[in-house]
């Protein structure tokens, strides 16, 4: 399993349905990169990014602690 896969799968329980493209769209916009080539090298930057854009769709608590999982993973 690429690591975008899972992050999509850690994701899931936060976001739902469109987590596969909110997280490809991160990765596109704000990393410039393909979902798969995702590094670790990539997740701190990662998070920050999800963490400010998962505030549309959960709370702020769920957007931080899906932010943090990501960051360590």
């Known amino acids: 399993m690429s690591l975008y896969q899972d992050i999509t799968t ?3 329980p936060y976001l ?17 990169i393909q979902p798969e ?3 670790k090298k990539h997740l701190a930057v990662l998070a920050e990014w999800v963490e400010m854009g ?5 709370s702020s608590d769920k957007a931080k ?8 993973h």
Not at 65 to 72: D, F, M
């Open 16 to 32: 739902g349905a469109e987590t596969e493209q909110f997280i490809a769209r991160q990765c596109r916009t704000y990393l410039n």
């Open 54 to 58: 998962a505030t549309r769709f959960v």
């Open 10 to 12: 850690l994701s899931k």
């Open 65 to 72: 602690e899906l932010a943090a999982k990501i960051a360590r």
């Open 37 to 39: 080539a995702l590094e």
